[in-house]
């Protein structure tokens, strides 16, 4: 079983920065390739990007592309979402996620993914 939490989120100005991790326990976290998705207010989830199980490919939406960088370390049975450049559409609820082991990279629909985070609160003022 793999479980998920993320942590870092919090309030900025646009144009700043923030890093969020997301800490996996389960033997299994070093199979998966893993997404971040974020969910706004009224709005359905929303792909991020994703990184594969070693790290060696990353994919991004269009809307964060240049700005977000997803990396792992899979010794500390973590992922980063690195944020830069932050505009206030940017807010969000952020959740980590890892990829159903039958699925093919990238992935970019929550229907992919088998287990998630709690999420944490990201909020861009402008």
């Known amino acids: 079983q793999l479980d998920l939490v993320e942590s870092g989120g919090g309030l900025v100005q646009a144009g700043g920065s923030l890093g969020l991790s997301c800490l996996a326990s389960?033997?299994?976290?070093?199979?998966?390739?893993m997404a971040w998705f974020r969910q706004a207010p009224g709005k359905e989830r929303e792909f991020v990007g994703a990184?594969?199980?070693?790290?060696?490919?990353?994919h991004y939406a269009d809307s964060v592309k240049g700005r977000f960088t997803i990396s792992r370390d899979n010794a500390k049975n973590s992922i980063y979402l690195q944020m830069d450049s932050l505009k206030p559409e940017d807010t969000a609820v952020y959740y980590c996620?890892?990829?159903?082991?039958?699925?093919?990279?990238?992935?970019?629909?929550?229907?992919?993914?088998?287990?998630w985070g709690q999420g944490t609160q990201v909020t861009v003022s402008s």
């Open positions: 996620a890892a990829v159903r082991l039958d699925r093919g990279f990238p992935s970019r629909v929550p229907e992919s993914y088998g287990t």
């Open positions: 389960g033997r299994t976290f070093k199979s998966h390739d």
């Open positions: 990184i594969t199980w070693n790290g060696y490919r990353t």
